[in-house]
């Protein structure tokens, strides 16, 4: 198991596991999230010469240089210096890293959405997803997020407020 591999897995398994557990969602773009995390990834053969996409990535200020990786249900977008962000092809599910103290955790899709840290919640409430050309937006009491699509249907960006929407979480391939 490569280094990364074994990060992510003590990443997900500490950080997603009282959050994900027992849930399913379905969202029309999260299979092509995954296809699309799947197709952009590098090959796990050294001798190959695929690298994997570039993400960058923002909270609040800070910024960092991530890679998708498909863990369960979701696509984390991670670096070897322990940022990572998890998300479900809907929401952001959870922050590592990036200055922060300790990890963020996401539950709620449309509705009431919490947000905890070190056992800390905050909830907002959030309407449901709308889509209006290629970019998906939803309006939240924190403020609103997006998915912005390609033509292909492709994830290009995504934004989502957290918290008491202090800090927006944004996520965007690297052209």
């Not at 280094?3 to 003590?10: K, W």
């Not at 890293?97 to 449309?110: A, Q």
């Not at 960006?157 to 927006?168: F, L, Y």
């Amino acid at each position: 198991m490569t280094q990364i591999s074994r990060l992510l897995v003590v990443l997900v398994s500490t950080c997603f596991a009282g959050t994900v557990s027992g849930c399913t969602f379905s969202a029309p773009q999260f299979e092509s999230a995954i296809a699309m995390a799947q197709g952009i990834m590098g090959s796990d053969d050294p001798n190959s010469g695929d690298e994997p996409a570039t993400w960058f990535a923002s909270i609040d200020g800070v910024g960092a240089v991530l890679n998708p990786y498909v863990s369960n249900d979701l696509i984390v977008f991670a670096n070897i210096d322990g940022d990572a962000i998890a998300f479900d092809g809907w929401t952001i599910r959870s922050v590592v890293g990036f200055g922060l103290k300790e990890p963020l955790s996401i539950s709620g899709k449309d509705g009431v959405r919490t947000f905890t840290v070190s056992g800390q919640k905050t909830q907002t409430q959030c309407d449901e997803w709308r889509l209006a050309e290629l970019i998906w937006s939803q309006t939240c009491s924190n403020g609103p997020g997006e998915i912005l699509l390609n033509e292909e249907g492709s994830i290009q960006k995504i934004s989502m407020p957290i918290g008491d929407g202090s800090a927006i979480v944004t996520l965007r391939v690297a052209n």
